[in-house]
T-cell receptor, first 112, second 111 residues
Framework: DGGITQSPKYLFRKEGQNVTLSCEQN?????MYWYRQDPGQGLRLIYY???????QKGDIAEGYSVSREKKESFPLTVTSAQKNPTAFYLC???????????FGSGTRLTVV | KNEVEQSPQNLTAQEGEFITINCSYS?????LHWLQQHPGGGIVSLFM???GKKKHGGLIATINIQEKHSSLHITASHPRDSAVYIC?????????????FGQGTRLTINP
């Protein structure tokens, strides 16, 4: 079955360390997205990519970096510059010219 | 003011009750999405609407583009419907289908 795989489901890191969250899709979707979810708030867009080797900042990109070397993969790195990295991170993908938004199961990151 | 507002924020009901969750938005959109998030965190897409009404099982979603309003109805609620329901819109912009999300409605159905 096609879908999005995020790993790991839970991640713990010490303050000051960079950490990379994985997102892989086998839906042949062109666009991929990273969202952050905090308690009591709606999801907010971190980065998105419409095509391989290209990506754009979302609303809250500071302290994050991404790459899109393959169509199937869109990893997110949470750097030590991110002031409040503890959150739930969701990856999503969609076709560009038609509808079909698909979400991953999320990664809960805790920085101690 | 958020571009997407949901009401109520929390809702508790008894099994079998008819449930309505509302979503209002302030921007021009190409589509509106209703999503379901269970306690584990993963999100499932329930409906995508650009006009009219859609139905799946006991779920009905309606949208009024002129009034910028959508509703999600659960016709005969069950404890397994307990989840957070999220409204999201696709603004009329070029490029990727970035979504703008409401804060979610936490629904609890008691047996």
């Amino acid at each position: 079955d096609g879908g999005i795989t995020q790993s790991p489901k839970y991640l713990f890191r010490k303050e000051g360390q960079n950490v990379t969250l994985s997102c892989e899709q086998n839906l042949n979707h062109d666009a991929m997205y990273w969202y952050r979810q905090d308690p009591g708030q709606g999801l907010r867009l971190i980065y998105y990519s419409q095509i391989v080797n290209d990506f754009q900042k979302g609303d809250i990109a500071e302290g994050y970096s991404v790459s899109r070397e393959k169509k199937e993969s869109f990893p997110l790195t949470v750097t030590s510059a991110q002031k409040n990295p503890t959150a739930f991170y969701l990856c999503a993908s969609s076709p560009l010219l038609r509808d079909g938004y698909t979400f991953g199961s999320g990664t809960r990151l805790t920085v101690v | 003011k958020n571009e997407v507002e949901q009401s109520p924020q929390n809702l508790t009901a008894q099994e079998g009750e008819f449930i309505t969750i509302n979503c209002s938005y302030s921007v021009g959109i190409s589509a509106l999405h209703w999503l379901q998030q269970h306690p584990g965190g993963g999100i499932v897409s329930l409906f995508m609407l650009s006009s009219g009404k859609k139905k799946h099982g006991g779920l009905i979603a309606t949208i009024n583009i002129q009034e910028k309003h959508s509703s999600l109805h659960i016709t005969a609620s069950h404890p397994r419907d307990s989840a957070v329901y999220i409204c999201a819109v696709s603004p009329l912009i070029q490029g990727a289908q970035k979504l703008v999300f409401g804060q979610g409605t936490r629904l609890t159905i008691n047996p």
